[in-house]
C-alpha cells in the first residue's frame, strides 16, 4: 500500500514537471515570436502607413480567435452571455490596445527594433509602479529594477547631447499604455472569459485603427497586397497563434520561469533585427539593453513578503502587449 502511494505521487510529480517543461517551450516560443513580430511590424510599413498595418493584423486576429471561441466551449454547455459587463471591459481594453499598439507602430517609424522591444518591455515594471496610484505596495525588488532600466534606458536611448530620438518617446509611453492595459486586463479577466474578452478588444483596436487609418492614410490596394506577408505575420502568426500559445502554456506556467522567459521578448526582438534589418548598438547601446533586461527580471522575481494575487502577474496577465 506505501509502495503504491510512493509510486503515484512520483507518477504526479513527474506529470507536472513535464507540464511545467512544455509550458516553458511553449512560452518561449511565444516570446520569439512576439519578439520577431516588431521586424515584421517595421517591414509592413515599407508599403502601408501603421495605422492601416495594426487595423488589418487586428482584423486578422480576430478571426483567427473566432474557432478558439467554439472549440473550447464544451459540447452542451451554455455560453456565458454577452453582458455589459463584458462588452466595457473588452472595449476598455481594446481602447488601451489601440492606443499601446499604434505609439509602438509610430515609434518604430523614428526608432530601431532592438529600442522599441527593450522600452516596451519596461511595462514590466511599470505596472507596478502604477499599481502605487490604486493604493498597492511594491518592494524593494520593484524599485531596483526600475533604477536599473532607467540607467540602461539612459545609455540606450540618449545619444550625443542628450538627444532622444522621438520614437523611443513615443516606445516609452506606449509602455505606460502597457502598463495601464496589464491592469485593466487583471480586473477584467478575473470576472469574465479572457478569450471572449480578447475577442472584443482585438476588434476594437482593429476599427479604431481601421479609422485612424481612413482619415490620415493613404489607402492603395496595390501597397496592402505588398504589405501581406508582414500583416499575415503580424495578425495570423504574432496576435492568433502567439496569444493562443500563451493561453495554453499559462495554464501550466510556473510564475517565476513565466517572467524571465516572457522577458525574452525583448532579447528576440534584438536578434531579430540584427538578422533580419541589420541593425547593431555600439558598445554602450548593449550595455543598457543588458542594464533593462536585468531591471525587468529583477522587479518581477524579487522575493515578496506577501504573496500577489495571481490575476496580479504581470506576465500572466499580458495578451499582446509589445507584438
Not at 502605487?132 to 529594477?145: C, F, H, M, P, V
Not at 471572449?196 to 492614410?217: D, K, Y
Not at 499575415?232 to 517572467?259: E, N
Amino acid at each position: 500500500m506505501l509502495y503504491g502511494t510512493v509510486y503515484g505521487f512520483s507518477v504526479r510529480v513527474r506529470s507536472v514537471k513535464r507540464q511545467a517543461l512544455r509550458a516553458d517551450l511553449l512560452m518561449l516560443i511565444t516570446a520569439m515570436i512576439w519578439g520577431s513580430a516588431f521586424v515584421a511590424q517595421r517591414m509592413g510599413m515599407d508599403h502601408i502607413g501603421p495605422y492601416l498595418y495594426s487595423g488589418l493584423r487586428f482584423v486578422l486576429g480576430s478571426l483567427v480567435l473566432l474557432p478558439l471561441l467554439l472549440l473550447r466551449r464544451p459540447a452542451g454547455s451554455a455560453p456565458q452571455p454577452l453582458n455589459r459587463g463584458l462588452w466595457l471591459g473588452g472595449g476598455l481594453m481594446g481602447l488601451a490596445l489601440a492606443l499601446g499598439i499604434n505609439l509602438q507602430q509610430v515609434g518604430l517609424l523614428f526608432t530601431s527594433v532592438t529600442n522599441s522591444g527593450f522600452i516596451t518591455g519596461l511595462y514590466v515594471i511599470i505596472v507596478p509602479l502604477l499599481g502605487l496610484l490604486l493604493g498597492q505596495r511594491t518592494g524593494l525588488g520593484t524599485w531596483l529594477g526600475a533604477s536599473l532600466a532607467v540607467v540602461g534606458m539612459f545609455l540606450l536611448s540618449v545619444g550625443e547631447n542628450f538627444h532622444v530620438a522621438s520614437g523611443d518617446w513615443l516606445q516609452l509611453a506606449g509602455a505606460f499604455v502597457w502598463g495601464a492595459h496589464v491592469l485593466l486586463v487583471s480586473f477584467f479577466a478575473s470576472r469574465y472569459d479572457p478569450i471572449r474578452l480578447s475577442a472584443i478588444q482585438f476588434a476594437v483596436c482593429a476599427v479604431i485603427s481601421l479609422l485612424l487609418a481612413v482619415v490620415f492614410e493613404d489607402i492603395q490596394w496595390a501597397a496592402i497586397r505588398e504589405a501581406a506577408p508582414a500583416i499575415i505575420y503580424g495578425g495570423l502568426i504574432s496576435v492568433g497563434i502567439g496569444y493562443t500559445l500563451q493561453v495554453i502554456a499559462q495554464k501550466d506556467a510556473i510564475a517565476s520561469h513565466a517572467a524571465i522567459i516572457l522577458s525574452l521578448e525583448a532579447v528576440f526582438a534584438a536578434i531579430a533585427g540584427a538578422l533580419f534589418l541589420s541593425e547593431s548598438l555600439q558598445a554602450r547601446g548593449y550595455l543598457g539593453c543588458t542594464l533593462m533586461l536585468i531591471g525587468m527580471l529583477v522587479a518581477q522575481l524579487w522575493p515578496r513578503r506577501v504573496q500577489a494575487p495571481e490575476a496580479d502577474a504581470t506576465p500572466a496577465a499580458r495578451t499582446t502587449p509589445g507584438s
